[in-house]
């Protein structure tokens, strides 16, 4: 990355070696209490175009959260968040006008399968790709992310639902929509 971010762990959360897609390791969650932690900052407010990607090989495939940055339960603006629900892939925002923006992919997510995910804003359209190939896309133009709120990798802070599997290769790049 350019911006120098300190990455914490919580729960015992390690690099394992167990299973990879590049570099001979990964973030493995364990599905019950470990997750890591980046600083809050205000490059993690996103008000234009942006894309959220990596690679992920699910152990469980419902409500398994891969990254978020979701104030609490009851403070939910300017919310995001890339999981795991009823075996598809969820792309949540839920901004400032406190309406919640759902992406679900048309795919199937299976266990022990490595998958590559990217959330696309381009403009106002907001698109999911899986394996490089659209699954859904939706307009949303408002702001996505605190600058006071701590993302997370692995958990959603306000109801857990913590990563049961591998986290690899996972990049967030504010002001471009890298694929379109």
């Known amino acids: 990355s350019s911006a120098n971010r300190t990455i914490s762990t919580s729960g015992g959360a390690s690099i394992s070696t167990d299973q990879f897609k590049f570099g001979g390791s990964s973030f493995e969650g364990n599905g019950s209490n470990k997750f890591l932690t980046v600083p809050a900052s205000s490059d993690f407010v996103m008000t234009g175009d942006y894309t959220i990607e990596g690679w992920f090989r699910a152990d469980a495939t419902t409500g398994d959260t891969i990254i978020s940055c979701w104030p609490t339960a009851t403070d939910k603006r300017a919310a995001f968040a890339v999981w795991i629900y009823q075996n ?87 002001g471009v929509a890298r694929y379109t």
């Open 88 to 174: 598809k892939l969820r792309w949540d925002t839920r901004p400032a006008n406190n309406v919640t923006y759902s992406l679900d992919s048309t795919s199937t997510i299976s266990t022990g399968t490595w998958y590559n995910f990217a959330i696309v804003r381009s403009g106002t359209t907001q698109s999911m790709y899986i394996n490089g190939s659209l699954e859904n896309s939706n307009t949303m133009s408002d702001t996505v992310g605190l600058s006071s709120v701590t993302p997370t990798i692995g958990r959603i802070i306000a109801h857990a639902d913590f990563f049961d599997g591998y986290i690899d290769e996972l990049r967030l790049t504010k």
